[in-house]
Each structure stands twice: as structure tokens, then as C-alpha cells.
């Protein structure tokens, strides 16, 4: 590691940002990791990363991935008491990698530059295995300098780097639309799938023939072996859809654009959120469809 290699702080050691925590050390950067659960900052040390405070750490930070659930944690890590932004340096880079709307991303830059800090609107697809192998699709946005500063990171992390404007909004409004996509294939793979079984057809044998079919979608070729399974243990969990497809409805509404097929599936994982499945995996939004059609999943207990 050069003097030249910049220090890289990951907030958030979930599913996906211990998984580009985790790339970001493999690429040889020196990486601090950061999460309200401690046990997860210390299977991380144990795995060559650093831990730290926000206090002790944040001023040798060239590099401050954020990656929590929503825009609310965003702003609480950035801004909330103690927050890292009052002890980033300054010429700093804040990416930004959750889920938010574009307005909320815009304004999020704004207050970054009046501390001197660079801001990349840079949210995150892939899921926790790619997160994991360093081959995520960032869809960013920033200015050339915000680009330029974090550029070692998003190589350690990502296999796609989409750069689509020189300022915040346009990266966040991507990312709608993608989950506003990924949502929808969702509910609509549980739907065809729990559709077969009232069909006599067994869902192994509905996601074997139709992932091989002009029907399919990534969604349904990679959640459709959970549904097979009946493993439901939460790569991305029913309550992020309910947060995602609200953002896509608010987004929606603010343009007064009509999206009926995404509130459709927000109401389906809004009732298995309601149904107390808010913490499995998204993919069981199958079961309230297998519930109100009185059908039997595999592996699922009446």
C-alpha cells in the first residue's frame, strides 16, 4: 500500500456494504468499518478491516461510502449529532450508495459543498453476492472531482460504473427506476410461480422451464430458487421493497406520473410486510399470494 492509496470508510456492514467493505480491502485500500452492530465491525477486523469512531477515524478519511437502509440514516450519519460529515477533510468524498430519491440526493450534495466535501450520488445493484465480489453496478452521479476522488473505490467495488451527470439527482433517479423494475419482476415471479401451483405444476419445475423462456427476468431466475427452496432467509428483505416502491410512488406522484404496476406490487409487499414476513427475504411476497389462493408453498408450515 502506497501513501498514494487513499483510507476508505464503509457505514453500514449489512449484507451489501460488508460485502464492498470487504472488495475495498482484497484491493489493498485501507478500509474502517462502521455499524451499530459491533459484531459485525469485528468479524470484519478479523477479516483484515479496521474499526473506529466517526471522531478518531473521519479526518483521515479520503473516501466515506454510506451504505444504510434509507434516506433518513443517510442524513443521521452524515448530519445527525457527532455525524461524519463535521470531521470529513475537506475535499473529501461522500458516496452516497442508498436508495433515495433524486430531490433528497441534490440536497444532500448541497449541504456536502458547504463543508467542502465532494458528494457522488452513487446508489448500488447487484445484490450481497456481487457486493461480495466486487462486480456491483454503480449508477453515479458528481462532478468530475467527486469522480475523480473516489475513483479507487468504485474499481475495488464495482464491475459497472454508470456516470450520468455532473451533479447529484440523475444516479438516485436511475436507481428508481431500476427498483421500481426489480419490484415489480418480483411480485410478478411470485404471482406466475404460485399461478403454476394452482395449475397442478410444482414450482421447481415452473422456474427450471420458464427461466429458460422468453417470460423470464433476473428477478424471476434468481428468486424463484428461494421460492423453490422455501429458504427465505433475507438477502434483501420484504421491507425494502415497502421503502423502495413507497420512494418509486412518491417520485411518481411528485411528476404525476401514473405507475399502476408499481403500486400493485408495493400493496403486495406492504401485505406480506403486514403478515409479519417484513424481516424474510423479498421473495416471500409468494406467500400471500399461496395464502389468499389457499395453495401450499414447498417447506412453508401452514
Known amino acids: 500500500m502506497n501513501e498514494n492509496t487513499p483510507t476508505v470508510g464503509v457505514v453500514g456492514l449489512g449484507s451489501m456494504g460488508g460485502g464492498m467493505a470487504r472488495s475495498l480491502v482484497r484491493a489493498g485500500l485501507a478500509t474502517h468499518g462502521f455499524d451499530v452492530d459491533a459484531s459485525r465491525v469485528a468479524e470484519f477486523c478479523n477479516e483484515g478491516g479496521q474499526g473506529g469512531v466517526f471522531q478518531e477515524v473521519g479526518p483521515s478519511l479520503d473516501i466515506a461510502a454510506i451504505v444504510v437502509v434509507n434516506a433518513q440514516q443517510t442524513e443521521t450519519v452524515l448530519f445527525g449529532e457527532d455525524?461524519?460529515?463535521?470531521?470529513?477533510?475537506?475535499?473529501?468524498?461522500?458516496?452516497?450508495?442508498?436508495?433515495?430519491?433524486?430531490?433528497?440526493?441534490?440536497?444532500?450534495?448541497?449541504?456536502?459543498?458547504?463543508?467542502?466535501?465532494?458528494?457522488?450520488?452513487?446508489?448500488?445493484?447487484?445484490?450481497?453476492?456481487?457486493?461480495?465480489?466486487?462486480?456491483?453496478?454503480?449508477?453515479?452521479?458528481?462532478?468530475?472531482?467527486?469522480?475523480?476522488?473516489?475513483?479507487?473505490?468504485?474499481?475495488?467495488?464495482?464491475?459497472?460504473?454508470?456516470?450520468?451527470?455532473?451533479?447529484?439527482?440523475?444516479?438516485?433517479?436511475?436507481?428508481v427506476i431500476n427498483q421500481m423494475l426489480a419490484g415489480v419482476h418480483i411480485a410478478a415471479a411470485a404471482e406466475a410461480i404460485t399461478f403454476g401451483i394452482s395449475q397442478g405444476v410444482d414450482v421447481q419445475t415452473t422456474v427450471d422451464v420458464i427461466s429458460k423462456c422468453a417470460g423470464s427476468s433476473w428477478m424471476f431466475e434468481n428468486r424463484g430458487p428461494h421460492i423453490a427452496e422455501g429458504d427465505y432467509t433475507p438477502h434483501s428483505a420484504v421491507d425494502i421493497f415497502v421503502k423502495d416502491l413507497g420512494i418509486v410512488s412518491d417520485v411518481a406522484r411528485a411528476a404525476k406520473f401514473s405507475a399502476p404496476l408499481s403500486a400493485t406490487a408495493?400493496?403486495?409487499?406492504?401485505?406480506?410486510?403486514?403478515?409479519?414476513?417484513?424481516?424474510?427475504?423479498?421473495?416471500?411476497?409468494?406467500?400471500?399470494?399461496?395464502?389468499?389462493?389457499?395453495?401450499?408453498?414447498?417447506?412453508?408450515?401452514d
Open 83 to 175: 455525524g461524519l460529515a463535521s470531521v470529513l477533510r475537506k475535499g473529501a468524498v461522500v458516496m452516497s450508495c442508498a436508495t433515495v430519491s433524486p430531490d433528497f440526493a441534490r440536497a444532500m450534495e448541497t449541504r456536502c459543498a458547504v463543508l467542502g466535501l465532494q458528494y457522488l450520488d452513487a446508489p448500488i445493484s447487484g445484490g450481497s453476492v456481487k457486493a461480495g465480489q466486487g462486480a456491483l453496478s454503480i449508477m453515479a452521479s458528481g462532478s468530475n472531482a467527486a469522480f475523480e476522488a473516489a475513483q479507487p473505490a468504485l474499481d475495488a467495488m464495482a464491475e459497472n460504473v454508470f456516470r450520468l451527470g455532473d451533479a447529484a439527482g440523475p444516479g438516485s433517479a436511475l436507481k
Open 266 to 301: 408495493l400493496q403486495q409487499f406492504i401485505a406480506a410486510s403486514g403478515a409479519g414476513l417484513g424481516r424474510e427475504d423479498d421473495s416471500a411476497v409468494a406467500k400471500v399470494y399461496a395464502r389468499n389462493a389457499g395453495l401450499k408453498l414447498p417447506n412453508v408450515e
